[in-house]
């Protein structure tokens, strides 16, 4: 465990690069081996637009990473956080439980927020607006998002009091459960359930993806699947029944649009506050 934090503590942009590349080249190419889904699109097509917004995300959260070194020094040298309450606590379940912690308020807390709230809800909106989920969608946020996510990964790195190491850590493992559980796989039902019940399954996510509520209201989690089960906001539904997108936005050809893409959160909408039934 000391060779991993000492590794993540001074990762290499460079590696940090192959995490995101490899990863989405390993679920892609899974994906042509193993479909959930037969989608009829271009597959380079349809992910140019979330290329885009991905290197949006990375360019955002390049220019700002001094804030979360800077805030992360200052949490250690003032032993400010959750984490330094507990001394002599053994380093496997400090960053076990920094990561939890990280995973709920910057991944969980932050998208059940901008689910609740309009504004928020129409910048996530070009999340939800993709009609054909596969691993390319799992970075498809809006420039506007990445700074809200980025705002709540800063608050949680101040009240959980997490070294960089952790952070670049919780971050590693961030892109590549979201890379898995956006990927078009389709995994042996069982294996699927099992896993459900420590990590967020593909299965899990895509019923996130659904294009109606309630389900689009369900299962906000990331990395670790406790806190949908924990907070009541896990639900089921059958792979098979699951259409994307978002049913008061059905212009595929709008949502595959760059242009019209940033355009989307300045849209008026007004997000209905009670449950669609299907």
Same mark, same amino acid.
């Given at each position: 465990?000391?060779?991993?934090?000492?590794?993540?503590?001074?990762?290499?942009?460079?590696?940090?690069?192959?995490?995101? +590349?490899?990863?989405? #080249?390993?679920?892609?190419?899974?994906?042509?081996?193993?479909? &959930?889904?037969?989608?009829?699109?271009?597959?380079? #097509?349809?992910?140019?637009?979330?290329?885009?917004?991905? #290197?949006?995300?990375?360019?955002?959260?390049?220019?700002?990473?001094?804030?979360? &070194?800077?805030?992360?020094?200052?949490?250690?040298?003032?032993?400010?956080?959750?984490?330094?309450?507990? =001394?002599?606590?053994?380093?496997?379940?400090? +960053?076990?439980?920094?990561?939890?912690?990280?995973?709920?308020?910057?991944?969980?807390?932050?998208?059940?927020?901008?689910?609740?709230? /309009?504004?928020?809800? *129409?910048?996530?909106?070009?999340?939800?607006?993709?009609?054909?989920?596969?691993?390319?969608?799992?970075?498809?946020?809006?420039?506007?998002? #990445?700074?809200?996510?980025?705002?709540?990964?800063?608050?949680?790195?101040?009240?959980?009091?997490?070294?960089?190491?952790?952070? *670049?850590?919780?971050?590693?493992?961030?892109?590549m459960l979201t @890379?898995?559980?956006?990927?078009?796989?389709?995994?042996?039902?069982?294996?699927?359930?099992?896993?459900?019940?420590?990590? +967020?399954?593909?299965? *899990?996510?895509?019923?996130?993806?659904?294009?109606?509520?309630?389900?689009?209201?369900?299962?906000?989690? /990331?990395?670790?699947?406790?806190?949908?089960?924990?907070?009541?906001?896990? *639900?089921?539904?059958?792979?098979?029944?699951?259409?994307?997108?978002?049913?008061?936005?059905? =212009?595929? @050809?709008k949502n595959s649009?760059?242009?019209? &893409?940033?355009k989307q959160p300045? @849209?008026?909408?007004?997000?209905?506050?009670?449950?669609?039934?299907?």
């Amino acid at each position: 465990m000391d060779n991993i934090i000492a590794y993540f503590e001074n990762i290499p942009t460079l590696h940090r690069a192959i995490i995101i +590349v490899g990863g989405i #080249s390993f679920f892609w190419f899974l994906e042509g081996v193993v479909p &959930l889904f037969y989608f009829k699109y271009k597959k380079w #097509s349809h992910a140019i637009p979330n290329f885009f917004f991905t #290197s949006t995300t990375i360019i955002i959260n390049f220019l700002l990473a001094f804030l979360l &070194l800077s805030t992360s020094d200052w949490v250690v040298s003032n032993r400010f956080g959750f984490i330094h309450i507990f =001394d002599n606590l053994p380093l496997i379940f400090e +960053v076990f439980i920094s990561i939890l912690l990280l995973d709920f308020i910057g991944a969980f807390l932050a998208h059940y927020i901008e689910h609740k709230f /309009n504004p928020l809800w *129409m910048i996530h909106l070009v999340h939800h607006s993709d009609h054909n989920v596969d691993t390319t969608t799992g970075n498809r946020h809006h420039p506007l998002e #990445s700074l809200v996510r980025f705002t709540f990964t800063l608050i949680a790195v101040l009240i959980v009091g997490a070294p960089i190491a952790y952070v *670049m850590l919780y971050q590693s493992l961030s892109v590549m459960l979201t @890379q898995f559980n956006h990927a078009n796989i389709k995994l042996p039902k069982k294996i699927d359930k099992w896993l459900s019940y420590l990590i +967020v399954s593909p299965d *899990m996510h895509k019923i996130h993806h659904h294009y109606q509520l309630p389900y689009t209201d369900a299962n906000y989690g /990331n990395i670790f699947s406790v806190w949908d089960r924990l907070f009541g906001t896990y *639900m089921y539904l059958d792979r098979e029944k699951i259409i994307y997108g978002v049913d008061v936005f059905p =212009d595929e @050809q709008k949502n595959s649009n760059i242009k019209e &893409l940033l355009k989307q959160p300045f @849209q008026k909408y007004q997000r209905p506050t009670k449950s669609s039934k299907l």
